[in-house]
């Protein structure tokens, strides 16, 4: 994979970015600071994230992929004509959402939830830390990618002061499609204010049709409020400013950042590859834990982790 100095054309969420200087660029590597904690500290404050380039061990995190495709061929998500290690989608495969092919996977637990990764965040932290026990586990095939949003509407409950860890499991092309931060954007509460604070699983309980999808299972998030920020994220770039920054990840790298971070993924324009990665989240012990997100079976969106109030 090519290491470009100068970025093609790319589209998230089915609209193709702007590409000039001062609105489209690289994410800043952070890898040179890894053993330097306070500048660590400070580029998060100015950046709203971090990218630690070759960080993790990438026979590791490559055995870990193995791991992970050979429950998605298992499941039918891989094509069943190539071997799944090369993550081929299923002819007419889409969006796979695939947090169970975690659980009881030695080779993801450890490699997110012990090892480097923790050193990372409890350095960071300076304190003990812990992680939320629900891992968001995505195969994506070719197709739209993540519309721009920021985390902590779905995990606000408890601190907000926690960190997202996006992990590629492979390599990640610009046609492949990783993740987009949108740059400064932490820092725009006048534009996130009545935004971030909201809680996707929340629902007016003085209004009956609310009422009976919370107590009926209904799908999706809330009934209030999904937690999209935008459907457009070149025109939320003209609003906010800044750039959308991308990069072309490796097995290895993690990105990590906040939960003011407005962010979104690039489209899958290959015509038959997946995109494999996860999220997972870490913070201070000492801090409340949202409770959607943690236990054997943790609720979250489910009935379970919805919350009345009155609108």
């Keep these: 994979m090519s290491t470009l100095t100068a970025l093609p054309q790319l589209y998230s969420y089915g609209h193709a970015l702007d590409m000039a200087d001062d609105k489209a660029g690289l994410l800043r590597d952070s890898s040179d600071a890894a053993e330097d904690v306070v500048e660590l500290r400070r580029r998060f404050e100015e950046d709203g994230y971090l990218y630690m380039r070759g960080y ?4 590791e995190v490559l055995r870990a992929r193995a791991s992970i495709t050979e429950r998605l061929a298992a499941e039918g998500v891989t094509d069943r004509n190539r071997p799944h290690i090369e993550g081929y989608a299923a002819p007419g495969g889409g969006y796979a959402f695939k947090p169970e092919v975690t659980k009881n996977n030695a080779a993801i637990q450890t490699l997110l939830y012990s090892g480097r990764l923790v050193e990372f965040y409890t350095r960071f932290f300076g304190e003990p830390i812990r992680h939320y026990d629900f891992t968001w586990l995505r195969a994506i095939g070719p197709g739209k990618g993540t519309n721009p949003h920021c985390d902590l509407p779905y995990m606000g409950r408890g601190t ?17 499609g990783g993740l987009v931060i949108l740059e400064g954007s ?22 009956p049709e609310q009422v009976a999808n919370a107590h009926n299972g209904n799908q999706g998030f809330g009934w209030t409020f999904s937690g999209t920020l935008s459907h457009n994220p070149p025109v939320l770039r003209n609003k906010f400013g800044g750039r959308w920054l991308t990069t072309e990840f490796r097995a290895g790298d993690f990105l990590t950042f906040g939960m003011f971070t407005v962010h979104a993924s690039l489209d899958n324009r290959t015509p038959d ?13 000492s801090d409340p834990i949202d409770e959607r997100w943690v236990g054997v079976n943790p609720p979250g969106h489910s009935t379970a982790g919805k919350r009345g109030r009155i609108c």
């Excluded at 993790?56 to 026979?59: A, E």
């Excluded at 002061?161 to 046609?175: A, K, V």
Aim: aromatic share 12%; hydrophobic share 30%.
């Design 186 to 207: 932490h820092k725009r509460m006048d534009l996130l204010k009545n935004y971030v604070y909201r809680d996707v699983d929340s629902f007016c309980e003085n209004k």
């Design 160 to 176: 907000h002061r926690h960190m997202t860890c996006w992990l590629p499991y492979g390599d990640i092309s610009f046609e492949l």
């Design 56 to 59: 993790l061990d990438r026979d």
């Design 273 to 285: 590859r997946l995109r494999i990665s996860s999220d997972s989240r870490y913070q201070r012990a």
